[in-house]
């Protein structure tokens, strides 16, 4: 969602914690508020999300789908050395 999409921060973090289809969500600081990573069975199943979630929500003034082709590289791990105990 661009940045000012949604009108109360407070009211958006809610709803993305208390979503099953929501399974990553991100708050950001910059031209875009923020970032779903949404799963759903089939494009039937997103719409009926997307109308659910964000269409009939009067917070929400604009909103923009991206989808996966594919999956490049995945993952939150941060390679951390660990000190050696010399």
């Avoid at 921060?9 to 969500?25: N, P």
């Avoid at 875009?32 to 799963?39: M, P, T």
């Avoid at 789908?65 to 939150?76: A, L, N, Q, S, W």
Wanted: charged share 30%; hydrophobic share 40%; glycine share 4%.
């Amino acid at each position: 969602m661009r940045a000012g999409a949604f009108r109360s921060t407070d009211r958006l973090k809610k709803a993305i914690k208390s979503s099953v289809e929501i399974v990553k969500g991100f708050y950001l600081t910059d031209e875009v508020e923020s970032v779903l990573c949404i799963i759903a069975r089939s494009m039937e199943g997103y719409e009926k999300f997307t109308h659910r979630s964000f269409n009939a929500n009067s917070d929400i003034k604009t909103t923009t789908t991206m989808v996966i082709v594919d999956r490049v590289k995945v993952g939150f791990a941060v390679p951390i050395e660990t000190p050696s105990e010399d």
